[in-house]
């Protein structure tokens, strides 16, 4: 909240989005206590590269935003790659690889998948969280997922959508795989496999989904 030379703090603020001006804010007195301004201006953005201003004329005192934001691109586009991916960082650099043994089956046959996750750099830090996408309609063994409990898994919980591995970080990561099963025929795009550290998701490394063909 700005504050003025006696405390006054009233003036204007105007947003612009991509130059054109939006709405013009009267700011409230340094003494007021009062809720957050919430501003749409969704309509306003465009494709691609976008610029959001808050100007104040012939005011440089200190004023706070927040702006919350949402938003989708294209996979060709994102970060997350093809079956192997790799998220720099000084100590929290991840490695993330999956691996499907086919990506055709038929209702019913087991597909494996193959996992390896890593924290370069992993001393000292806490749990990581893999998340591994599955096609639609499908069955996880839970004897693999037993299985995996003893290469690296410390837990997991089974999503209608995904696998969620719980591991602690080790020299040389963790490497294990798991099975599941086709209860229908579908042709559909998985769910999109990440790791990323407990208490910080935004930091991830992602690898794309894939098109699975079951008949």
Known sequence: ????????GDDT?????????????KLPKATEVVGPRVIDFSKELKGGSNRVAIQRAGDNRAMQTNVITSYYIPWPQAEATQTENFKSGDTRALKLKVDFDRHEAK?????????EAERVGF????????????PPGVEVDRESLEEAKQTGVDGYEVQPDRVVFYLWPSAGGSKFQFIFRPRFGI?????????????????????????????
């Open 1 to 8: 909240m700005p504050v003025g030379k006696n405390g006054a």
């Open 13 to 25: 603020a105007s947003v612009l989005v991509n130059s054109t001006k939006l709405a013009d804010i």
């Open 107 to 115: 209702v019913g046959e087991a597909l494996a998948c193959r996992v």
């Open 123 to 134: 001393a000292g830090y806490g749990m990581m969280i893999a998340e591994i996408g599955l």
């Open 187 to 215: 042709s559909a795009m998985s769910a999109l496999s990440v790791l990323y550290d407990y208490y910080n998701p935004e930091a991830n490394a992602a690898v794309l989904p894939l098109r699975f063909n079951v008949q």
